[in-house]
Nanobody, 124 residues
Framework: AQLAESGGGLVPAGESLRLSCVGS????????MGWFRQAPGREREFVAA????????YYGDFVKGRFTVSRDNDKNTVYLRIDSLNPDDTAVYYC??????????????????WGQGTQVTVSS
């Protein structure tokens, strides 16, 4: 299986961004999909997860409403929208997939598949 993120880049503070992750080589609609991020010098942290149907969605404690995860199973794609970007959002954002819909926010993080990540840099 492969997960390919896109949509990162250099963005001014206050703007919004939508990241995409396309899955291949797996039955996408069977998988819970999630997002993590890792800032320089910091541990990887859980951002969001969405189950196969979108009926179960949860976010990391830091999210505070600025992040929205969604998915389109017809396109084998999961999205992460980030609003009101600030420099603290600068990180590599990783997509992940697992058949389990729970414990995504519990370390150690163990999704079955990871993407390579996409860099998001927020300028002040």
């Amino acid at each position: 299986a492969q997960l390919a993120e896109s949509g990162g880049g250099l963005v001014p503070a206050g703007e919004s961004l939508r990241l995409s992750c396309v899955g291949s080589g797996l039955t996408f609609r069977h998988y819970t999909m999630g997002w993590f991020r890792q800032a320089p010098g910091r541990e990887r942290e859980f951002v969001a997860a969405i189950n196969w149907s979108g009926s179960i969605i949860y976010y990391g404690d830091f999210v505070k409403g600025r992040f929205t995860v969604s998915r389109d199973n017809d396109k084998n794609t999961v999205y992460l929208r980030i609003d009101s970007l600030n420099p603290d959002d600068t990180a590599v954002y990783y997509c992940a997939a697992d058949l389990a819909a729970i414990n995504w926010d519990i370390r150690p993080y163990r999704p079955s598949y990871w993407g390579q990540g996409t860099q998001v840099t927020v300028s002040s």
